[in-house]
């Protein structure tokens, strides 16, 4: 049996832990539940990263990084309408494989909310500075167009909450959405 690293058990809790995170939020998650999941120790997940919350900002980090790369490579080498369709085809391909990603999303959110709300601040400033991340890359890819920028990420925010609240394919909702934007089956 080979051994794994260091490093590639600590790939292995960030995957677990996208999965966990998205399914039962930061609250409801437990670390010795991701540890199970990879198949470590409890106390040695905490070699690996030094509490819970470093654990979550670990998977949030992946989980838009996954996101800003998906728009950079649906988006390479077009520009305009054409980058914007493909950014947005992309994105839909994208939590329609893997569920996780968009139920991660929503639970960063959520976290972010019930940490400013409890007075702890640094914990939403690592994740804003990740989703600065991702809207710098949809504004590059866009032309710096700030308006185009801010309406591509409205558009893919009401995406998130159609799909996550289970709005199907032909329903009324999707009816204003430009055509990439639409869920497939329409």
Known sequence: MVRMSAEERRESVVRAAVTEFARAGYQGTSTEVIARRVGVSQPY???????????????AERCIADTRRVFDEAADGLTGEEGLEAMA???????????????????????????????????GEQLRAGWLELWDTVQARLGADVNETTTFLAFGMLINVLVAMGFPADHRVWSG??????PAGE
Do not use: C, S, W
Request: no cysteine.
């Open 177 to 182: 959405f430009y055509i990439a934007a639409r």
């Open 89 to 123: 085809t992309a994105y839909q391909r994208l939590i329609a494989e893997d569920p996780d990603k968009l139920l991660m999303q929503m639970q960063m959110y959520v976290a972010v909310a019930a940490a400013e709300a409890a007075g702890d601040h640094a914990f």
């Open 45 to 59: 997940l905490f070699r690996l990263f030094p509490n819970k919350q470093a654990i979550f900002l670990a998977a």
